[in-house]
């Protein structure tokens, strides 16, 4: 079931007992290299924010997978978080948002990034390999 904590500005789960609320400013998602990246190279989603967070949380947009969690041992501000993701698949694309939250307060996320698509082209190397002939 869904939760709704209208007075506390919450919006509603994000995964399981996760909550996302916009008691914190919203930090912002990039993609190094960049948003387009082939199969089988790499990227890392970078979250950011002025806000002095020591977890973020990442995202993808309509999967049921839970976030992907990055707890930092440096909490001043500015803080951020590398997600990095080896190799790139056709599944890694895809809209993705990233969230930050206190260690105190582990059930108050801040207010969701921006979304970030990621969009996936070309052949893996595998794909691109001939045929053997006979």
Known sequence: PRVTLVGMGCRERV???R???SLYEKPSLS???????????NVTLQCRSETSFDNFHLHKVGS?????HL???DTAAPSQ????ISPV???HGGTYRCYGSRGTSP????????PLSLVVTGKSWVEALPCPTS
């Open 89 to 91: 698949t056709s599944a």
């Open 19 to 21: 909550l996302r609320c």
């Open 15 to 17: 995964h399981e007992q």
């Open 107 to 114: 059930y108050l996320w801040s207010e969701g990034s921006d």
């Open 81 to 84: 978080a590398n997600f990095r």
């Open 31 to 41: 993609a190094q290299p960049g948003p387009s990246v082939s199969r089988g190279e």
């Open 71 to 73: 707890r930092l041992g």
């Open 64 to 68: 049921p997978a839970p976030p992907r």
